[in-house]
């Protein structure tokens, strides 16, 4: 059983006890996604960026008014330190439901072809030596399409 599956399966019994609380999980998972997606969008556009240069311009100019204090130290390093931390599981979410959908359309693209190997279907729920296994396998196939090529051109 590969990770994702263990990680799905804590999750699913996770869920399972806060609904049994009375904690309706998916309406919650429905508006964190729905935030998350809001959030990264803005996080990744120039102006965040900006607005993230002026804060810490304001920071520093700041600085002589309140004597270089400790406690003028320790805002800017609070908020970065918050910022940081919330940001992580952003972009980890975005990244996961990225992953996700290029996963769905690559198995239907494995499913669409007729001559394609359907067992790459669940490829990323593999140990890391089934994996070893088939890449040794791609490896040594790609190697063979090389030396044909190699053939050919000679022959050319």
Known sequence: MGNNKKAEDILEKMEKGFQAIGIDTRAWNARFDHFARIA???????????????IILLWMFSGPVFGFSDTWQLIINTAT????????????????????????????LIRA????ENMLLDLEE????????????????ARKAREELERREAKN
């Open 40 to 54: 990264s969008r803005l996080a990744g556009r120039p102006f965040a960026f900006n607005i993230a240069i002026a």
């Open 113 to 116: 072809v007729d001559n394609a």
């Open 81 to 108: 330190t918050i910022v940081t931390f919330l940001m992580v599981f952003l972009i980890q979410h975005t990244q996961n439901r990225d992953t996700d959908a290029i996963q769905i359309k690559l198995d239907e």
């Open 126 to 141: 593999m140990e890391e030596k089934e994996l070893d296994l088939l890449r040794q396998r791609y490896l040594e196939l």
